[in-house]
């Protein structure tokens, strides 16, 4: 067993593949002067960022900014045309691949799997039997409120629990960073405000270095660290924002405090361009 | 009344008037007098049910035989369509070597290539079965291609940085994605592989449902030849609606419509 209940996932090399976070024991993600372009299209224009192991970084913007090439860029699906990006020391897209793992915008659930199955596609893909990927998946389904669904299939759950699925799947790839796309994308905005608070709690304590795309400067708030505000053609980081307490157990209290309300309307500023 | 009853009664209302239409036609000889066809040539549905049980045996085994043909080439063809699929999806060199000759092969005139295919291996299953493969291939070929494509990219990414390779998107992604779309290819390919062995034996065979018609046609036994036509459509229907039902179990994550 990976871990006792109610434990954060830490980082687990499966059996059957060497272990390519070796040699680097945090997995703070680094990009300097980095950039993209789709032929002449400028995605990405000299994108400077930092996140620390058992950092969240969120980062907001309109769509079609460049968030999820940026993205793709750091998780090794595409190569930057200019600039560095690193995980730890891995800088080659390959390793950088092993070290990441993306949850979509949508959920991709696999519709012929049960969602027990879906969750433990990570290990399952490493080589794990079956039975073997269902024991290490089974505790952590029950952590993230999914018992009792195990069974299931991905047409039956409701939007949130199906995106707290193809949340556990991703933390199943055993990799030191996330990547959350839009997670909660699709969710109507009650949905959301309860997942938002769910993920804020399972991060709580966590290991892992999160980057979290979203749309919703209010979710980017709520759950980061820091937030970086992204404008569009091409995509640049315009503002970078602190937040003092992020992840705090009341959501409604924690967004609706004065100073949370200030930084809101400072990155609200800053996508409408007024950055100062 | 459930739904689904109801849903059949509308065309089984509409069998059993044609069928007593025609009844009435063939009684009172109103078809022979309009076209001046001799009159025992036309049939009464009557008539043709008399020739399904008067020459069952005769029936059975010839329906034996095509069947057998048919399960076989279909089997065949399939095998050939899904690996060729999987081969062209995987390659971008065997896509460009072998698709263009997939669509030429669908070009090839059947009726004129049968007796050829007669003369060189015989009146055994062999051309029977080569005719059927032929006919049944594309479909199942060109179906399982689009369902191998049909995959979300975005579903291909996120296997990738969860450490798929390319032979285990295939086998966790693409492959089950195609499945609805081969059985689609499946269900028209058998539908038409019937039409393939009766076509293999019309051009030569000494058994066979379709060496029944043409030997019937010769006896001027056209009851027979309308009976022969009735099994074998019972055949084409059944063989569907098994697809159908293996469809449904395997294809089982599908909402039911």
């Known amino acids: ?276 | 009344m459930s739904t689904r009853t109801r849903a059949g009664l509308a065309p089984a209302a509409v069998i059993v008037a044609a069928l007593v239409v025609w009844e009435l036609a063939a009684r009172w000889d109103v078809l022979a007098d309009l076209f001046s066809i001799k009159d025992f040539l036309v049939p009464a549905p009557s008539g043709i049910a008399e020739a399904l049980w008067e020459d069952r045996e005769l029936l059975a085994d010839d329906a034996w035989v095509t069947l057998r043909e048919v399960v076989l080439g279909f089997a065949l063809a399939a095998a050939l369509g899904v690996g060729f699929a999987i081969c062209i999806h995987l390659s971008e060199t065997a896509r460009r070597a072998l698709y263009p000759l997939l669509v030429a092969s669908q070009t090839i005139p059947i009726i004129a290539i049968a007796p050829i295919l007669i003369v060189w291996f015989g009146f055994g299953l062999g051309p029977k079965l080569a005719i059927i493969a032929l006919i049944c291939f594309f479909p199942i070929t060109v179906n399982t291609l689009d369902g191998l494509r049909s995959v979300d990219p975005e579903l291909v990414k996120m296997l990738r940085t969860l450490g798929a390779d390319r032979m285990q998107i295939l086998r966790r992604a693409e492959l089950p994605s195609a499945l609805p779309y081969a059985f689609s290819g499946a269900k028209v390919a058998v539908a038409v592989a019937v039409i393939g062995a009766v076509f293999g034996e019309w051009v030569g065979a000494n058994e066979g449902l379709g060496h029944l018609m043409v030997t019937a046609q010769a006896q001027l036994l056209t009851a027979r030849v309308f009976a022969a036509i009735v099994v074998l459509s019972v055949m084409a229907i059944a063989l569907f609606g098994l697809l159908s039902l293996l469809e449904r179990r395997v294809v089982s994550w599908r909402e039911p419509r």
């Open chain 1, 1 to 276: 067993m990976l871990t006792k209940s109610g434990a954060p996932i830490t980082r687990t090399p499966t059996s059957s593949r060497s272990d390519p976070a070796a040699g680097t024991p945090r997995g703070a993600v680094e990009l300097r002067g980095a950039g993209h372009s789709f032929g002449d299209l400028r995605a990405l224009e000299r994108i400077d960022l930092s996140v620390p192991a058992a950092g969240v970084l969120g980062i907001v913007g309109p769509s079609g900014c460049g968030k999820s090439t940026l993205l793709e860029v750091i998780a090794g699906l595409l190569e930057p045309s200019d600039g560095t990006v690193a995980i730890g020391i891995a800088t080659a897209a390959e390793e950088r691949l092993a070290h990441c793992a993306l949850m979509p915008q949508r959920d991709l659930l696999l519709p012929w799997l049960s969602a027990l199955d879906n969750a433990a596609l990570a290990p399952s893909i490493a080589g794990a039997s079956r039975a073997d990927a269902r024991e290490r998946a089974r505790p952590h389904f029950r952590r993230l409120g999914l018992g009792g669904f195990e069974a299931t299939r991905p047409a039956e759950l409701s939007g949130g629990m199906r995106q707290r699925v193809a949340f556990l799947r991703t933390l199943m790839a055993g990799k030191p960073v996330l990547l959350l796309d839009e997670p909660f994308a699709s969710l109507d905005a009650i949905t959301r405000a309860e997942m938002q608070a769910w993920l804020a709690g399972v991060l709580a304590g966590d290991e892992h270095a999160v980057v979290l795309v979203t749309h919703d400067v209010e979710e980017a708030l709520y759950l980061s660290d820091r937030v970086a505000v992204m404008t569009p053609r091409p995509g640049r980081i315009a503002a970078m924002l602190e937040v003092p307490s992020p992840r705090r157990v009341d959501r409604a209290a924690a967004v609706t405090s004065p100073e949370f309300v200030a930084l809101r309307e400072r990155a609200l500023r800053a996508l409408a361009g007024e950055a100062r």
